[in-house]
């Protein structure tokens, strides 16, 4: 794992920014895309540079059942927001979290997720250490699937609805396994309330009780923390 300890979350996403347009010039195709408040400054930074998107894919790892990509807290709309809206990509796949079939919709994610190859995958981490939406006691060997959020998740994600009863209490995301496939994972945290997971992300045990530890079992990793994050190291 290649740490990159930076100030603030600025700074942050200049990092990361610069990541992704060396995956660029390189030839990446295919981007792994994440929510939540981590990834805005590295969007943001995307979004003022003159990268160009239109000939990529994007892959978003998980978004809420029940909720519809025209609701502002839906993952979908998120997307619109902070990124598309600016830099459209050929094609953006996110999980259909109204699909009627949710089976059915789980096999075509997975099929997308195996046609089209992940060549930077970008991830926040939460403060119980899950990634996309896998919560602590996943299966590391888990494809997309269906999971029922823990009280600690739907606690944090309140925070961007105006009712705690509103939070979806599930939504479907990448598997663990899922998520590894993809050529360079690169995870940002920011912020005391994620030291503790990034402590033991990097110096604990390598167990299905912190899902973003399976991160050390994949040979190419690139973490950005700020100096918060990194407090716990
Ligand atoms: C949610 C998302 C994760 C995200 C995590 C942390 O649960 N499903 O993909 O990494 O929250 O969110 P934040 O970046 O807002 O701290």
Same mark, same amino acid.
């Given at each position: 794992?290649?740490?990159?300890?930076?100030?603030?979350?600025?700074?942050?996403?200049?990092?990361?920014?610069?990541?992704?347009?060396?995956?660029?010039?390189?030839?990446?195709?295919?981007?792994?895309?994440?929510?939540?408040?981590?990834?805005?400054?590295?969007?943001?930074?995307?979004?003022?540079?003159?990268?160009?998107?239109?000939?990529?894919?994007?892959?978003?790892?998980? $978004?809420?059942?029940?909720?519809?990509?025209?609701?502002?807290?839906?993952?979908?709309?998120?997307?619109?927001?902070?990124?598309?809206?600016?830099?459209?990509?050929?094609?953006?796949?996110?999980?259909?979290?109204?699909?009627?079939?949710?089976?059915?919709?789980?096999?075509?994610?997975?099929?997308?997720?195996?046609?089209?190859?992940?060549?930077?995958?970008?991830?926040?981490?939460?403060?119980?250490?899950?990634?996309?939406?896998? $919560?602590?006691?996943?299966?590391?060997?888990?494809?997309?699937?269906?999971?029922?959020?823990?009280?600690?998740?739907?606690?944090?994600?309140?925070?961007?609805?105006?009712?705690?009863?509103?939070?979806?209490?599930?939504?479907?995301?990448?598997?663990?396994?899922?998520?590894?496939?993809?050529?360079?994972?690169?995870?940002?945290?920011?912020?005391?309330?994620?030291?503790?997971?990034?402590?033991?992300?990097?110096?604990?045990?390598?167990?299905?009780?912190?899902?973003?530890?399976?991160?050390?079992?994949?040979?190419?990793?690139?973490?950005?923390?700020?100096?918060?994050?990194?407090?716990?190291?």
């Amino acid at each position: 794992m290649r740490i990159i300890v930076v100030a603030n979350a600025s700074e942050g996403g200049k990092a990361a920014a610069q990541i992704f347009s060396q995956e660029l010039q390189n030839g990446a195709k295919v981007f792994g895309l994440a929510t939540g408040s981590t990834p805005l400054s590295t969007y943001q930074e995307l979004c003022n540079s003159n990268m160009d998107f239109s000939d990529c894919t994007s892959i978003n790892l998980d $978004e809420y059942v029940g909720i519809s990509a025209s609701n502002p807290q839906s993952y979908a709309y998120f997307m619109h927001q902070n990124l598309f809206a600016a830099k459209p990509f050929a094609h953006s796949f996110i999980p259909n979290g109204m699909a009627k079939d949710i089976e059915e919709e789980i096999s075509r994610y997975n099929h997308l997720i195996d046609e089209n190859n992940v060549d930077l995958q970008i991830l926040g981490i939460g403060q119980n250490g899950h990634i996309g939406f896998n $919560e602590p006691g996943t299966s590391f060997d888990s494809l997309t699937h269906k999971v029922a959020l823990t009280e600690s998740t739907i606690n944090a994600n309140s925070r961007f609805f105006s009712d705690i009863n509103d939070v979806p209490k599930e939504a479907l995301t990448m598997g663990l396994k899922s998520i590894c496939k993809a050529k360079h994972i690169l995870l940002i945290a920011y912020g005391k309330n994620k030291a503790d997971a990034i402590d033991k992300m990097i110096n604990g045990p390598v167990s299905e009780e912190l899902p973003a530890s399976i991160l050390r079992n994949h040979s190419n990793v690139t973490v950005i923390v700020d100096e918060e994050a990194a407090s716990g190291l």
